[in-house]
């Protein structure tokens, strides 16, 4: 999500295919059902998203960090996670094992 903002900031976002370009982006975890806000957090610019998250989840792919980072308050609830922008790495000899057991604990 972006919200618009064009004033001084140091990590403030330029994306030329939205409404507004320029802005801060938040990152959001809502209930699909409710809305219900769990967490989220602004971008600060690169490596922000694996701040919290401990040294072997932060080798993962950024899209990947994030959802983690997101996720830290459901984890062990058995709720389902879906995300369009996070990508396995499967074909490239990586797996998506990790993020399974850490959402799926009991």
Do not use: W
């Not at 994306?15 to 209930?31: A, E, V, W």
């Not at 967490?39 to 919290?52: L, V």
């Amino acid at each position: 999500m972006l919200v618009g903002f064009r004033g001084r900031c140091s990590f403030r976002i330029y994306m030329p295919n939205k409404p507004n370009k320029y802005g801060l982006k938040i990152m959001i975890l809502t209930d699909a059902r409710t809305s219900y806000m769990y967490n989220g957090y602004i971008y600060t610019g690169r490596n922000s998203d694996g701040i919290g998250l401990p040294l072997e989840e932060r080798i993962l792919p950024v899209p990947t960090q994030s959802v983690l980072r997101l996720a830290q308050p459901i984890y062990g609830s058995n709720r389902n996670i879906t995300a369009s922008f996070l990508r396995t790495q499967e074909g490239k000899g990586g797996s998506n094992d990790f993020f399974d057991a850490r959402c799926h604990s009991n």
